[in-house]
């Protein structure tokens, strides 16, 4: 009790709480256009535009290393769009390749800026696996802010996403601009992307856009709920994440809040009406 009466806890748990809550509604989408592995391709492309922000600047201010992020994230999209659009690989092999270049690029800066013996540099490795005890007071305003925009615009562009997730083709006879929809709702991933690789990591954060949102899928067939699902989803496991590394020491946030989130999946794929395994099991077995 005495950890949930720091100041400093309050905060981070806040900012964890409203990035998880953010992750299961963006994922939601992601998963229902059955694009889920566009999340692991950006999460790892974020890491190098980290480094790179900092080896420029010399600054490790969060709204600086977000900026790097973001443009090596959108770098990477751009790169994935242009080599599916323009050769016979296939989305899959174009992330793929994509994904582990950009994230070698990661690893390889990071260990030349860690070579250096620049003291100012001390923290950044925590991107890779994520950890919130180093979360400062303007970063978690920062984190919030961003996940109430990601909520906010979900809920203002709600008829368009949702048209967008399911029928595209029928989308454009309605005179939705797909267009702009699609482009907000990849600005929406990478937005939670880079908002969360601070607390969840590089590595594990597309779990957290992904994973609230299967889970979520096996309790209902409606879209509505299936959001608010995956937005509870994430951020119980993103506030009980953070509570346990915490309390441990050296745990990484990233691992304890997919290590929490899988358990929640897990229960969902067993449990689930209808589409659980224990549900299939019972309709196999039955007269």
């Not at 391709?41 to 992020?69: C, N, Q, Y």
């Not at 006879?173 to 969360?196: A, K």
């Not at 096996?218 to 953070?242: H, P």
């Not at 304890?256 to 229960?267: D, E, G, K």
Request: net charge positive; charged share 10%; aromatic share 8%.
């Amino acid at each position: 009790m005495t950890i949930l009466q720091s100041y400093t806890t309050q905060m981070v748990l806040l900012g964890t709480a409203l990035l998880g809550l953010a992750s299961g509604i963006a994922g939601t989408f992601a998963v229902l256009r059955k694009e889920s592995l566009i999340g692991d391709g950006l999460s790892h492309a974020a890491l190098p535009g980290v480094v790179i922000a900092f080896l420029l600047t010399g600054i490790k201010d969060i709204e600086v290393l977000i900026i790097g992020a973001a443009l090596s994230s959108i770098t990477a999209a751009w790169l994935i769009t242009v080599t599916v659009e323009n050769s016979k690989i296939k989305f899959d092999g174009a992330l793929a390749t994509i994904l582990s270049a950009f994230f070698g690029l990661g690893m390889v800066l990071l260990t030349y800026l860690q070579s250096l013996n620049n003291a100012g540099q001390a923290g950044l490795s925590k991107f890779i696996f994520g950890q919130a005890a180093t979360i400062l007071a303007r970063d978690v305003y920062i984190t919030s802010a961003a996940a109430l925009i990601i909520i906010v615009l979900t809920a203002l562009f709600w008829k368009e996403l949702k048209l967008i997730s399911f029928d595209v083709e029928y989308a454009k006879t309605l005179q939705i601009p797909v267009t702009f929809t699609l482009i907000l709702y990849r600005s929406l991933l990478i937005m939670t992307i880079i908002i969360g690789i601070q607390s969840v990591g590089a590595i594990l954060i597309s779990s957290l856009l992904i994973a609230p949102a299967v889970g979520a899928r096996q309790w209902t067939n409606k879209l509505g709920t299936m959001c608010i699902l995956a937005g509870c989803f994430g951020m119980v496991s993103a506030m009980g994440g953070t509570l346990w590394s915490t309390t441990v020491q050296k745990l990484p946030t990233g691992p304890a809040i997919i290590v929490i989130l899988s358990v929640i999946v897990l229960l969902s794929l067993i449990f689930a009406p209808n589409r659980g395994m224990l549900w299939q099991f019972r309709k196999r077995g039955a007269p």
